[in-house]
């Protein structure tokens, strides 16, 4: 089955202890992306990448760090949460070319405290 | 830049009735693209559909319809006969055509909660 899995679902963690969401996908997509959602926000891009070794900033990357050292996988990284990184987050992936829809993961709820 | 706007936040009804979810959308672009997307309660987010800048012609897919019209920016969704399985909240997102090695991100609305009761 064609999916994004992300990993932890659920986090309930404390300021500064460095955390690690992992996002995988068996779609052998070029292109990964994370969002994060807030309420009354909606949801916003934290950083994407086009593809292995290729990644750049979204519009909220403060406070966050990905890597992209093989196609399937896209990690996200907190090195030191802070309360206002509390939030849902999802990673997505899609085709290349224009116009593809982004598949997302089932998110993974952070709790910074 | 792009923006997407979604006007409703909540909307309630009652089963079976028809409901349409309201999309406006800015960009400056002539090719783009527009999507929306479903999160139901249990929280992930489900595509539904895509339309292209070019194609302006109006889809059905079941209970679902879609209204896109590049003369007023908007986007709209249908929902014939609503059931209590659509309660969710639905987002319209919009991406710009992203040429080579750009990012051609979706830029998301905020949502529209919609509740549907027995």
């Known amino acids: 089955e064609a999916q994004v899995t992300q990993n932890p679902r659920y986090l309930i963690t404390v300021t500064g202890k460095k955390l690690t969401v992992t996002c995988s996908q068996n779609?052998?997509?070029?292109?990964m992306s994370w969002y994060r959602q807030d309420p009354g926000l909606g949801l916003r891009q934290i950083y994407y990448s086009m593809n292995v070794e290729v990644t750049d900033k979204g519009d909220v990357p403060e406070g966050y760090k990905v890597s992209r050292k093989e196609k399937r996988n896209f990690p996200l990284i907190l090195e030191s949460p802070s309360p206002n990184q509390t939030s849902l987050y999802f990673c997505?992936?899609?085709?290349?070319?224009?116009?593809?829809?982004?598949?997302f993961g089932d998110g993974t709820r952070l709790s910074i405290l | 830049a792009q923006k997407v706007t979604q006007a409703q936040t909540e909307i309630s009804v009652v089963e079976k009735e028809d409901v349409t979810l309201d999309c406006v959308y800015e960009t400056r672009d002539t090719t783009y693209y527009l999507f929306w997307y479903k999160q139901p309660p249990s929280g992930e987010l489900v595509f539904l559909i895509r339309?292209?800048?070019?194609?302006?012609q109006n889809e059905i897919s079941g209970r679902y319809s879609w209204n896109f019209q590049k003369s007023t920016s908007s986007f709209n969704f249908t929902i014939t006969a609503s059931q209590v399985v659509d309660s969710a909240v639905y987002f319209c997102?919009?991406?710009?055509?992203?040429?080579?090695?750009?990012?051609?991100?979706?830029?998301f609305g905020k949502g529209i909660t919609l509740s549907v009761r027995p």
């Open positions: 339309r292209n800048s070019f194609d302006e």
């Open positions: 779609m052998n997509h070029e292109y």
């Open positions: 997102a919009l991406s710009e055509a992203g040429w080579g090695g750009a990012n051609s991100k979706l830029t």
């Open positions: 997505a992936s899609r085709q290349t070319g224009q116009g593809q829809p982004q598949h």
